[in-house]
């Protein structure tokens, strides 16, 4: 790596050539490129690299629920990047390739003052609809409002496919009806919720309702 003197048009940046020019500790710097390894990816690498791609599959999935939920920690690290640390160290279980998801350990939310889901319910209504319910608080603290959104994960690990709602049904509602893919018939979901204020600056911490058989 080497410096250099920015010309009449200012520093560059950028891949030239072999080489590329950037920025380190504020001294313009030019280095070559990185050699593509020829070393085929050690057993522990490979391990790593399944249970990556399979913690950010249900990332993906969820991404939306995420954001709101992470919204009131996240500041300049992204509410993706927070959720992904934390289901990659606490909620993977198995072992390389058959990893599954911790049921036990799953979190949507970083809890910000506001109660949390007062004896949730989830049964199924119809056919193809499941609905969860819950009820009020009537000690809730002065965070908590009729007014909070609910957000609902329904999740199957046999087809590794989610539902979402995102803030359609406020807590005064006391109950939430979601339809599911034909597909899901006769497999078992597993549900999470939490609240979030309108504003999404107050959330709840993430509540496991239960697992229903579709």
């Known amino acids: 790596m080497g410096t250099y ?3 009449a048009f200012g520093p560059f940046s950028g891949k030239i050539g072999y080489v590329v020019a950037t920025k380190w500790k ?11 390894s020829t070393k085929e990816p ?3 690498q490979l391990q ?3 249970k990556f791609a399979f913690v950010m599959m249900f990332v993906h999935q969820v991404l939306e629920l995420l954001v709101i939920g992470h919204k009131n ?16 160290a606490h909620a993977v279980k198995g072992d390389h390739p058959d990893y599954k998801l911790d049921i036990a350990q799953i979190q949507l ?6 109660d949390r889901v007062m004896r949730p319910k989830v049964v199924l209504a119809a056919e193809q609809e499941v609905q969860l319910s819950w009820v009020m608080d009537e000690w809730a603290n002065r965070y908590t409002s009729p007014q909070d959104l609910a957000y609902i ?12 709602s995102c803030g359609m049904v406020k807590r005064e509602a006391l ?8 597909s899901f018939e006769g497999d078992v979901v597993h549900c999470w919720m939490f609240f979030a204020s309108e504003n999404g600056k107050l959330v709840s911490e993430t509540s496991y309702v239960g697992e229903i058989s579709c």
């Open 5 to 7: 003197q920015a010309g």
């Open 26 to 36: 504020g001294v313009n710097v030019v280095r070559n490129l990185p050699r593509k």
């Open 42 to 44: 050690g057993v522990g």
């Open 48 to 50: 790593h690299r399944d």
């Open 73 to 88: 920690v996240s500041g300049k690290v992204n509410a993706e990047n927070i959720a992904f640390k934390y289901l990659f």
């Open 109 to 114: 939310s970083t809890w910000s003052k506001m």
């Open 153 to 164: 994960l329904l999740y199957n690990p046999s087809k590794a496919a989610a539902v979402v």
């Open 175 to 182: 109950q939430a009806d979601l339809f599911v893919p034909a």
